[in-house]
């Protein structure tokens, strides 16, 4: 269990400002969250495979298509500025 003087210097060490009564209540939360842990600990996991997600993951993609590209005069039409058929924008490198 921890105490309070604890969730303080590990917020010091941390560079954690904690307002008034916030370590009282951090320590309460984190007490509760050590005692979950405490259980899962007593839990026989001897001979069984380590697991990253407990359901089975597959990427949903779409198959490409090709398809036809915009018109160069609307994809040019709201531009600020063209030329030539290309976005003209402002030099950066001199």
Excluded: W
Aim: net charge positive; glycine share 6%; aromatic share 4%.
């Amino acid at each position: 269990m921890l105490t309070t003087k604890q969730v303080e210097e590990i917020a010091h060490t941390a560079r954690l400002a904690l307002r008034e009564g916030e370590a009282k209540e951090f320590t309460r939360q984190l007490n509760q969250v050590l005692e979950k842990a405490q259980i899962l600990q007593q839990l026989k996991t001897e001979g069984l495979a380590p697991t990253i997600n407990p359901l089975p993951l597959t990427n949903v993609l779409r198959r490409d298509k090709v398809t036809g590209s915009l018109p160069r005069d609307l994809a040019l039409a709201n531009a600020p500025d063209h030329y030539g058929g290309c976005f003209r924008v402002p030099r950066i490198i001199e």
